[in-house]
C-alpha cells in the first residue's frame, strides 16, 4: 500500500522543485514540460500494458520490490543527473519502473482480498493523497536545510530502497489461494485471456468509469487556480489556501470512506456520492465568494474521494483473479488522462473558464450513471 504514497511523494517533487531545474540546467518552459510530465508517461504507456498482462503468472512480491528498487534507483540517478536529457531518461524510467510496480501492488491488495476490494482500494488511494501532501513538506524541509532540488530527489529515492527492502522480506498470499471460485485460470493464452477481458462489458464499464476520474483531479486543480484569480481575483495564496482545503478533504473523505464500507454498500455510496459531488461542485462555480470557494471546494474534495477506489474494485471484481490483466486493460484508457487537459484548454480558450470547468462534471456524472447500472444489474436487472 505504501507504493502508492512513494509514487505520488515521486511524482511531485521534480514539479515542485521546477523553476531550480530549469535554472540548474538551462532548459525553457517546453523542455521543463517534456522532462517532468511527458517522459515519465511515454515509455510507460508502451511497456506497462504488455508487461502487466503477463503479471498474473509472475510471482508479483518479488517482481514489486524489483520494481521498486528500480524507481529508487533511477529517483537518485535523475538527483546525480548534469544534462536535460539524462535527466529525462531518468523520469522516463522511474515513471515505467514506477507504473509496473503500482500496477503490480494493487494487482497483489485486490487478488489478496477479494471480499474487501473496495475497502483496501481506499485504503490505496489514501495513502496516495498523504504522498500528495507529504510531498511539499519533503521539499519545505530540504529547503530549510539549504540544500537543492537534487537532495530531494535523492531523499525520495532512498525511501523507494528502503520499501524496496522491506517489500522483499513480506510474502503476500498467493493468488491462487484466495481465487474465488469462477475465477478463470491464468494459464489461458495470453491472447484467448485479453480477447475475453475486451469482451467483457461490466470490466470495460468499470474502467471508463476510472478514466474519468482524472477529471476531478490534477486538471481541477490546474484549471480552478486560473478560475479563482481570473473570476474572483483571488491572489495566490488564498489559492493554495483552496486547494489545500480540497486536499484535506479528501484525505477525510478517503477515511469516511473506508469506514461507510463497512456498514453501506459500495453501489449506493456511488450513487449518493456522485449526486453530492454535483450538488456542491455547481454551487462552487455559481457562488462567486471567496469565502464560499473554501467551503465548496473542501466539500468537493470529501465528495469525489469515493468514486475512483470504488470504481477500481468493481473493475478488479468483475475478473477475479486476474488483477493483471484488469491493469494491462486499463492502459487502453490511458489517453483520456492525456488529451481530456487538452480539450479543457481549448474550451477554456475558445468560450470561457467557467464552461471548462463545468465540463469537468462529466466525472461525477458519469461515475453516478456507471453506478446506477451496476446496481440493475446488482438486482437482477441485466447482465455483463
Given at each position: 500500500?505504501?507504493?502508492?504514497?512513494?509514487?505520488?511523494?515521486?511524482?511531485?517533487?521534480a514539479p515542485l522543485s521546477a523553476a531550480d531545474?530549469?535554472?540548474?540546467?538551462?532548459?525553457?518552459?517546453?523542455?521543463?514540460?517534456?522532462?517532468?510530465?511527458?517522459?515519465?508517461?511515454?515509455?510507460?504507456?508502451?511497456?506497462?500494458?504488455?508487461?502487466?498482462?503477463?503479471?498474473?503468472?509472475?510471482?508479483?512480491?518479488?517482481?514489486?520490490?524489483?520494481?521498486?528498487?528500480?524507481?529508487?534507483?533511477?529517483?537518485?540517478?535523475?538527483?546525480?543527473?548534469?544534462?536535460?536529457?539524462?535527466?529525462?531518461?531518468?523520469?522516463?524510467?522511474?515513471?515505467?519502473?514506477?507504473?509496473?510496480?503500482?500496477?503490480?501492488?494493487?494487482?497483489?491488495?485486490?487478488?489478496?482480498?477479494?471480499?474487501?476490494?473496495?475497502?483496501?482500494?481506499?485504503?490505496?488511494?489514501?495513502?496516495?493523497?498523504?504522498?500528495?501532501?507529504?510531498?511539499?513538506?519533503?521539499?519545505?524541509?530540504?529547503?530549510s536545510l539549504g540544500w537543492g532540488w537534487r537532495?530531494?530527489?535523492?531523499?525520495?529515492?532512498?525511501?523507494?530502497?528502503?520499501?524496496?527492502?522491506?517489500?522483499?522480506?513480506?510474502?503476500?498470499?498467493?493468488?491462487?489461494?484466495?481465487?474465488?471460485?469462477?475465477?478463470?485460470?491464468?494459464?489461458?493464452?495470453?491472447?484467448?485471456?485479453?480477447?475475453?477481458?475486451?469482451?467483457?462489458?461490466?470490466?470495460?464499464?468499470?474502467?471508463?468509469?476510472?478514466?474519468?476520474?482524472?477529471?476531478?483531479?490534477?486538471i481541477l486543480v490546474a484549471f480552478g487556480v486560473?478560475?479563482?484569480?481570473?473570476?474572483?481575483?483571488?491572489?495566490?495564496?488564498?489559492?493554495?489556501?483552496?486547494?489545500?482545503?480540497?486536499?484535506?478533504?479528501?484525505?477525510?473523505?478517503?477515511?469516511?470512506?473506508?469506514?461507510?464500507?463497512?456498514?453501506?454498500?459500495?453501489?449506493?455510496?456511488?450513487?449518493?456520492?456522485?449526486?453530492?459531488?454535483?450538488?456542491?461542485?455547481?454551487?462552487?462555480?455559481?457562488?462567486?465568494?471567496?469565502?464560499?470557494?473554501?467551503?465548496?471546494?473542501?466539500?468537493?474534495?470529501?465528495?469525489?474521494?469515493?468514486?475512483?477506489?470504488?470504481?477500481?474494485?468493481?473493475?478488479?471484481?468483475?475478473?477475479?483473479?486476474?488483477?493483471?490483466?484488469?491493469?494491462?486493460?486499463?492502459?487502453?484508457?490511458?489517453?483520456?488522462?492525456?488529451?481530456?487537459?487538452?480539450?479543457?484548454?481549448?474550451?477554456?480558450?475558445?468560450?470561457?473558464?467557467?464552461?471548462?470547468?463545468?465540463?469537468?462534471?462529466?466525472?461525477?456524472?458519469?461515475?453516478?450513471?456507471?453506478?446506477?447500472?451496476?446496481?440493475?444489474?446488482?438486482?437482477?436487472?441485466?447482465?455483463?
Amino acid at each position: 500500500m505504501y507504493v502508492d504514497f512513494l509514487d505520488e511523494l515521486g511524482s511531485g517533487v521534480a514539479p515542485l522543485s521546477a523553476a531550480d531545474i530549469r535554472d540548474d540546467l538551462g532548459v525553457a518552459y517546453g523542455g521543463i514540460a517534456l522532462i517532468l510530465l511527458v517522459a515519465p508517461l511515454l515509455l510507460s504507456m508502451l511497456v506497462e500494458g504488455p508487461l502487466l498482462l503477463l503479471s498474473d503468472r509472475w510471482r508479483r512480491d518479488r517482481v514489486a520490490a524489483i520494481c521498486v528498487g528500480l524507481m529508487g534507483v533511477f529517483m537518485v540517478s535523475a538527483a546525480c543527473a548534469r544534462s536535460a536529457w539524462l535527466l529525462a531518461l531518468a523520469f522516463g524510467a522511474w515513471g515505467s519502473a514506477g507504473g509496473l510496480g503500482c500496477g503490480l501492488s494493487q494487482a497483489l491488495l485486490m487478488d489478496a482480498h477479494p471480499d474487501a476490494r473496495e475497502r483496501w482500494m481506499t485504503r490505496w488511494t489514501l495513502m496516495g493523497a498523504l504522498g500528495d501532501m507529504a510531498t511539499p513538506l519533503l521539499i519545505l524541509g530540504v529547503a530549510s536545510l539549504g540544500w537543492g532540488w537534487r537532495a530531494g530527489l535523492g531523499l525520495a529515492g532512498g525511501l523507494h530502497l528502503v520499501h524496496a527492502v522491506v517489500l522483499a522480506r513480506v510474502r503476500m498470499q498467493p493468488v491462487s489461494a484466495c481465487e474465488p471460485e469462477g475465477a478463470e485460470p491464468a494459464e489461458r493464452p495470453l491472447l484467448e485471456r485479453l480477447r475475453a477481458g475486451l469482451r467483457d462489458r461490466e470490466l470495460l464499464m468499470w474502467l471508463g468509469a476510472c478514466s474519468l476520474c482524472c477529471l476531478l483531479d490534477e486538471i481541477l486543480v490546474a484549471f480552478g487556480v486560473l478560475f479563482l484569480r481570473d473570476e474572483l481575483g483571488a491572489p495566490i495564496e488564498t489559492q493554495a489556501i483552496a486547494f489545500a482545503a480540497c486536499g484535506v478533504g479528501g484525505v477525510l473523505g478517503l477515511a469516511v470512506t473506508e469506514w461507510l464500507l463497512r456498514r453501506v454498500d459500495g453501489l449506493r455510496l456511488l450513487v449518493v456520492s456522485s449526486i453530492a459531488c454535483v450538488v456542491v461542485y455547481v454551487l462552487w462555480l455559481q457562488l462567486h465568494t471567496i469565502p464560499v470557494s473554501l467551503v465548496a471546494l473542501f466539500l468537493v474534495g470529501v465528495c469525489v474521494a469515493p468514486l475512483y477506489p470504488i470504481c477500481a474494485a468493481r473493475a478488479y471484481a468483475a475478473r477475479p483473479g486476474q488483477a493483471g490483466l484488469v491493469a494491462a486493460i486499463d492502459q487502453l484508457f490511458a489517453p483520456v488522462s492525456l488529451l481530456a487537459p487538452l480539450l479543457i484548454g481549448l474550451v477554456a480558450d475558445g468560450i470561457g473558464i467557467v464552461v471548462a470547468l463545468a465540463l469537468l462534471l462529466l466525472q461525477p456524472v458519469g461515475v453516478g450513471l456507471v453506478a446506477v447500472v451496476g446496481l440493475w444489474r446488482q438486482r437482477g436487472g441485466g447482465r455483463a
